[in-house]
């Protein structure tokens, strides 16, 4: 199978290329292509696989280009990790709503806006190309934010495009391992999830025929032991019966998150920049050191997520520090759609119990909406698993959300700027007609081909190239 990673620069390409060449997912891949806009990115990331110390099984071939298309045909899989404008593109994002009192956060809120706006266009672009030179391939996406960019997919790929995330299933790992529960492997029949990208709830974690979750959310300590049980206080997720992702504490603690990053001296997005800016050009020629130069880079990255949420001088637990998440759900959901055995795992995809049907997997939601929910991967695509109908007030802040991404997506797609500033008017974070304005002209202001946007009509008039 040849793989083709767009965005082949990217800071944790390194992870996906060290699980190819261990452990089960050794052989599903036979050569690597990478693609991205920045040759000297590319440049970098090879020099760290080519210094990556031996895994059990042979190194793979690695082609890299700045050629999408001329990379794609041939391909069997794609995996999207793509970021217009790179980094510092993400501090405006954050900077441009911080600077007007609202959170600033990468996919949360204002800033996921802003950056699925600059995004969908790219990443439509890229579909449109595999449909026209590798019609037969699938696409995994990477590219945040996850959900919106699926679901603006999905009308060019269908069933062939599924986005992953690997915040709700470590969550799911995690509070399993506090409850003592045992999951087989690839199995999430006793595990209810319902949710959008980074807005879910783990309510249920079947064990043995018995629900573990009630008892696991009435002990403090075993809260404790993990990253999202110490997010909130024991009686706040006794009182709230379910277990919330992580990016939940920008809504449920949304001015102390807020307060937290006004007071840090750097934002998140500032902090990756300046290390990315100093990292590339060093890895790029530092031969056989090139692996652990990165390596240090990639931990020192893992420490600094979700600060705001930690008090001061703690720090993520060492398998959180790890790494091995996203890749392992990637990898895991390729070698399933490839055909080398059914598995089940937490995706973005439509919320369709059948193809074509209009019955949906989370009821009071729409079937035809992309969510974040269970699935059984099989060479058919991904499938997703009934679950219960969210509780009323988590009902309603996923269908508001869920408006606000579909706004979005019409503005990217189409060139509507009304949709783009309706959907920042109408998020729980932003709520307000006023604020709106201008973070729509501060992102403006800070990405002119924003503008372009809405004079070219959208991701619709996009060269197909």
Not at 104 to 122: D, N
Not at 310 to 329: F, H, I, K, M
Request: with cysteine.
């Amino acid at each position: 199978m040849r793989l083709l990673i767009a965005g082949g620069g990217g800071f944790r390409v390194p992870l996906i290329y060290r699980a190819l060449v261990s452990g089960r997912f050794a052989g599903l891949v036979t050569e690597l292509v990478l693609y991205d806009v920045d040759p000297a990115r590319l440049g970098a990331v090879t020099a760290v696989l080519h210094s990556m110390p031996a895994g059990p099984a042979p190194r793979l071939p690695i082609r890299s280009t700045t050629d999408l298309a001329r990379a794609l045909p041939g391909t069997d899989m794609v995996f999207a990790a793509m970021r217009p404008g790179g980094t510092a593109g993400r501090i405006a994002d954050e900077k441009v709503a911080q600077d007007l009192g609202l959170l600033g956060q990468e996919t949360t809120g204002a800033g996921g806006i802003s950056y699925a706006l600059r995004t969908i266009p790219h990443m439509v672009h890229l579909a449109r190309l595999m449909d026209r030179h590798c019609p037969g391939a699938r696409l995994i996406n990477f590219t945040n934010p996850a959900g919106m960019v699926t679901e603006a997919l999905i009308p060019v790929l269908g069933n062939r495009v599924v986005g992953i995330c690997d915040s709700a299933g470590a969550l799911v790992q995690r509070a399993a391992h506090a409850a003592g529960a045992d999951l087989p492997a690839g199995r999430l029949d006793g595990v209810g999830y319902f949710g959008l990208n980074h807005l879910g709830w783990l309510y249920r974690l079947e064990s043995g025929g018995r629900d573990l979750l009630p008892g696991l959310l009435a002990d403090p300590a075993a809260l404790a032991s993990f990253e999202e049980g110490r997010l909130f206080d024991q009686p706040f997720l006794a009182g709230l019966g379910m277990l919330p992702n992580e990016y939940l504490y920008y809504y449920y603690r949304r001015d102390a998150a807020r307060r937290a990053m006004q007071a840090m001296q750097h934002t998140r997005g500032e902090s990756i920049h300046a290390q990315q800016q100093d990292l590339y050009p060093r890895l790029a020629g530092a031969g056989t050191d090139a692996f652990r130069l990165w390596d240090g880079a990639r931990r020192s990255r893992e420490e600094g997520y979700l600060a705001e949420a930690r008090p001061e001088g703690t720090q993520r637990d060492e398998d959180d520090l790890a790494g091995g998440g996203y890749e392992r759900v990637a990898l895991a959901a390729m070698r399933a759609l490839s055909g080398a055995g059914g598995t089940q795992l937490i995706l973005n995809t439509r919320n369709s119990l059948n193809p074509g049907a209009q019955e949906p997997a989370i009821p009071g939601l729409p079937a035809d909406a992309v969510v974040e929910l269970p699935c059984m991967v099989t060479a058919d695509g991904a499938l997703p698993l009934p679950q219960q109908v969210p509780p009323g007030p988590q009902l309603r802040l996923l269908r508001q959300v869920k408006d606000v991404e579909r706004l979005t997506v019409r503005a990217a797609t189409t060139g509507d700027r009304a949709a783009a500033l309706a959907a920042f008017a109408r998020h729980p974070l932003v709520d307000s007609e006023e604020l709106a304005g201008g973070l729509l002209s501060g992102y403006e202001e800070a990405f002119p081909e924003l503008r372009a946007l809405w004079r070219g009509n959208g991701a619709a008039a996009a060269p197909v190239g």
